[in-house]
């Protein structure tokens, strides 16, 4: 009869215990900082996409600048954890002390709320380069005068245009190109023109420069921010409509057609007063140039259609570089850089005789900012060494890729020694290799037989419960 109410109890536990909710979080930058650094307020999320999420908080004193992503892949023990952040630049206006207030945010659904902080702007630092100049971009109210009943409007011409940015004009195959979609307006027009129905419009952009052949990397672009650029000494507003970084998987030429985007434009009323609108609405369509992107085949080697493409570094390091005979040691190969990190292999060991490697442990780190790709791959191997001696890592691995920047083929070699000490010992077991965290609770877990049938009986008290209660309630209501 004991059994009954344990039983209970674990159909209760399975029933009530919800699934780990997926992590977001606020982040806010330090304080104080210079006038010349950004301030900044990010979105982490653990497992889990950005879909959707509210404004980015205003900050008196400050102005939003440019955004950018990052994205951090571990995989350790076959688990698999990728943290994406998102993060809003912040310029600073003038010296002083602000308050950013408690604020929540709508991430994803799910309402995430931030303390606030006080934030301390100081002087200019000589060795930080400066902020661009973010100046207010609310044009200044004209002087209205008294004019006419029914005023005569105006079309005045505008400085504007749309333009598809590539910065390069032929890559090779698997070679990383930015694109982006740029609206700029001069300063003093900004009365004149305005976005419309700007979402529907992307939708179909976005249709239209989609690439089949080739891998993407987007920058998330949720808000419509401007950034201030000069064009021919004259200063404009940039909006950033789109972004992204396209690698070639194939000889396929990248094909973007002229596209359009659809503008309020405004008429000036000739004499304005204040008995009248002083602007008539109106539509202005803009296009941009067709472009294209010729794609190049990699020189000729063996391994030109598997190798990845890049500019890419090898960072190294060794848990211990002295270790005795059948204790195993840990050795982490980092390959870091500009690429598409996410085409990159884990390297094949070909150890020499007395070493033995285990499948790698994988952690992707990725930025995507200004325009650009980067960040590491880290490879955490798991060696076991079997006889003693002195073994030089470069012997054991290799890792060769193609640089865009110097048009060669190059690899990555293993600079390091590891030294192993003691006797050979043909007995060892495999076991010696540390195995993780996971193998070494093993002694303190309950080794208690359970029975193969308990599944069976929970289900089937589980009938006899429903039933029960189906039984009480048909008695309660034909009472009633």
Same mark, same amino acid.
């Given at each position: ?18 699934? *780990? ?40 004193? @400050? ?95 505008? /400085? ?26 001069? #300063? ?38 401007? #950034? ?9 507003l940039r909006f950033r409509l789109y972004e992204t970084v396209l690698y070639p998987i194939n000889l396929q030429p990248l094909k973007f057609p002229q596209l359009q985007l659809k503008m309020l434009k405004y008429k000036v009323a000739k004499n304005p007063n204040l008995l009248t609108e002083d602007r008539q609405e109106g539509y202005k369509v803009f296009y941009s140039r067709e472009r294209t992107v010729e794609v190049e085949e990699l020189p000729p080697h063996p391994l030109r259609n598997i190798v990845p493409v890049g500019d890419y570094r090898l960072h190294e390091s060794l848990s211990r570089k002295r270790v005795p005979v059948n204790k195993s040691? /840990? ?24 070493? #033995? @490697? ?25 060696? *076991? ?17 193609? /640089? ?62 429903? *039933? ?13």
């Amino acid at each position: 009869m004991m059994r009954l109410p344990l039983l209970f109890i674990l159909l209760f536990i399975m029933l009530t215990v919800p699934g *780990l909710a997926q992590q977001v979080s606020i982040e806010l930058g330090k304080s104080p900082l210079p006038i010349n650094q950004y301030f900044t307020v990010s979105i982490k999320l653990q497992d889990q996409q950005l879909k959707d999420y509210t404004a980015f908080p205003e900050i008196d004193g @400050f102005k939003k600048s440019t955004k950018f992503s990052s994205e951090k892949t571990i995989t350790a023990g076959g688990n698999t954890n990728v943290i994406r952040t998102y993060t809003q630049n912040y310029a600073a206006l003038e010296e002083g002390e602000y308050v950013l207030k408690p604020f929540t945010m709508k991430v994803n659904g799910q309402t995430v709320q931030s303390q606030g902080i006080t934030i301390r702007v100081t002087p200019m630092q000589a060795n930080v380069a400066q902020s661009p100049a973010l100046p207010d971009l609310l044009a200044p109210e004209e002087d209205k005068t008294a004019a006419e009943e029914q005023p005569e409007f105006v079309d005045e011409d505008d /400085n504007a245009f749309l333009t598809l940015y590539t910065n390069k004009k032929k890559v090779f195959v698997g070679e990383g190109v930015t694109v982006a979609l740029y609206f700029y307006l001069a #300063e003093e027009d900004q009365r004149l023109l305005e976005f419309y129905d700007f979402a529907n419009q992307m939708t179909t952009i976005l249709r239209q420069v989609k690439q089949p052949n080739a891998w993407e990397e987007t920058f998330d672009f949720s808000e419509i921010a401007s #950034e201030n650029v000069t064009v021919q000494g004259k200063p404009y507003l940039r909006f950033r409509l789109y972004e992204t970084v396209l690698y070639p998987i194939n000889l396929q030429p990248l094909k973007f057609p002229q596209l359009q985007l659809k503008m309020l434009k405004y008429k000036v009323a000739k004499n304005p007063n204040l008995l009248t609108e002083d602007r008539q609405e109106g539509y202005k369509v803009f296009y941009s140039r067709e472009r294209t992107v010729e794609v190049e085949e990699l020189p000729p080697h063996p391994l030109r259609n598997i190798v990845p493409v890049g500019d890419y570094r090898l960072h190294e390091s060794l848990s211990r570089k002295r270790v005795p005979v059948n204790k195993s040691f /840990n050795y982490l190969f980092e390959v870091e850089g500009e690429g598409n990190l996410s085409a990159i292999m884990p390297p094949s060991p070909t150890p020499p005789p007395g070493l #033995e @490697f285990y499948p790698p442990d994988v952690r992707q780190d990725v930025v995507r900012r200004a325009g650009r790709v980067t960040g590491a791959k880290t490879f955490a191997f798991t060696v *076991l060494p079997r006889e003693p001696g002195t073994y030089d890592l470069r012997n054991a691995l290799e890792w060769i890729y193609f /640089n865009p920047v110097t048009a060669t083929y190059d690899t990555l070699r293993p600079t390091l020694q590891v030294q192993v000490t003691g006797n050979r010992d043909s007995d060892a077991l495999v076991l010696s290799r540390d195995l993780g965290s996971f193998y070494n609770i093993i002694t303190n877990e309950n080794n208690t037989l359970v029975s193969l049938h308990l599944f069976e009986r929970i289900k089937r008290y589980t009938n006899i419960i429903l *039933l029960l209660l189906l039984a009480v309630s048909a008695f309660v209501f034909l009472k009633k």
